[in-house]
C-alpha cells in the first residue's frame, strides 16, 4: 500500500464557493493473488474513478483517491492511496473515514472483487505440478466495503455507489442503494448491454438512482464530461446534506 500527496494543493472552486468538502474516491480494479505471479481481477480501467478526482480537485475540493492497480497518473492536487487487493483497500478506506476530519462525500467507483482465493500458493503453481491435473479453486467473499460505509466506518456524509451490471440494471442498482444505504446509486451498464461503453472505454453510460425511487438518465457520453457534471451534482448534495444537520 502506497501514500502520498500530489504535488499541488487544490484552490476555492470557479464559483467562488470557499466551502470545499473532504472527498474520497475509489477507483480501479483489485488483484486478489492466486501464487506469486497470478492473480484474480476483472476489466476495470479506473477511467471514471480518477475522472471524478479530476473534477473535484478543480471544483476545489480535498481530495483522497484510493486506487487499484491501473495505468493512469493521478490528477495533480489530489493524495493518492494505491492499494492492490480488496483487503488493502477496505483497510484504507476504513482509515480514511475515521480519521479526523472525516470525508463529507465518499464516491466509491472502483471495481473491487467480490471473492479471493482462500488460499494463496507461496511460489508459482508449475503446469507440469500442481497444475498437471487441473486447479480446482476455492474462493471466499472479500470485505463489502460499500456496505460497510455506514455500520462500520460510520461514515454520515453523502455516500455515492456505482453499480455495473449486464442485466436488470435499474432493479440491480435500487436494491443495491438500499442494501448498502447509498444517497445515490450510479447505474451504468457493461459487456453487451453497454455497446462498447463502461469497462476499457472512454465513455460511459449512467443512469442515477435516488432513494425515494426515482432515476435519472444521462446517456451515453465521456467519461470526463460525466464526471464533472456527476461532482457538480454531488458537490449540491453534499452541501445541502450538510446545511440541513
Not at 476455492?138 to 453523502?158: C, H, K, N, V, Y
Not at 455516500?159 to 440491480?172: K, M, P, R, S
Request: hydrophobic residues 40%; glycine residues 8%; contains cysteine.
Amino acid at each position: 500500500m502506497m501514500d502520498r500527496q500530489a504535488q499541488n494543493e487544490p484552490g476555492m472552486n470557479e464559483s467562488g464557493d470557499a466551502r470545499p468538502l473532504r472527498v474520497l474516491i475509489t477507483a480501479g480494479p483489485t488483484r486478489e493473488p492466486l501464487d506469486p505471479v497470478r492473480y484474480l481481477s476483472n476489466r476495470s480501467s479506473g477511467k471514471m474513478g480518477y475522472a471524478l478526482a479530476s473534477a473535484a480537485v478543480a471544483l476545489g475540493h480535498r481530495v483522497t483517491l484510493v486506487s487499484g492497480p491501473v495505468a493512469l497518473a493521478p490528477p495533480d492536487g489530489c493524495r493518492l492511496v494505491a492499494v492492490e487487493t480488496a483487503a488493502e483497500m477496505h483497510a484504507a478506506v476504513e482509515r480514511i473515514c475515521r480519521q479526523a476530519p472525516a470525508p463529507e462525500l465518499a464516491v466509491l467507483a472502483a471495481a473491487v472483487a467480490d471473492f479471493r482465493p482462500a488460499t494463496v500458493a507461496a511460489s508459482k503453481l508449475k503446469k507440469g505440478g500442481e497444475l498437471r491435473s487441473g486447479l480446482q479453486l476455492r474462493l471466499e467473499p472479500t470485505e463489502d466495503i460499500l456496505a460497510g460505509m455506514r455500520s462500520r466506518f460510520g461514515f454520515d456524509g453523502l455516500l455515492v455507489g456505482f453499480a455495473a451490471e449486464t442485466g436488470d440494471l435499474i432493479a440491480n442498482a435500487m436494491d443495491k442503494l438500499r442494501r448498502k444505504r447509498c444517497d445515490l446509486m450510479v447505474a451504468n451498464p457493461v459487456g453487451a448491454a453497454a455497446g462498447g461503453a463502461g469497462f476499457d472505454s472512454d465513455e460511459n453510460i449512467l443512469t442515477l438512482c435516488y432513494p425515494d425511487g426515482r432515476t435519472e438518465a444521462w446517456g451515453r457520453d465521456s467519461k470526463d464530461r460525466l464526471a464533472v457534471r456527476l461532482m457538480e451534482l454531488c458537490t449540491r448534495l453534499s452541501r445541502k446534506l450538510q446545511d440541513q444537520s
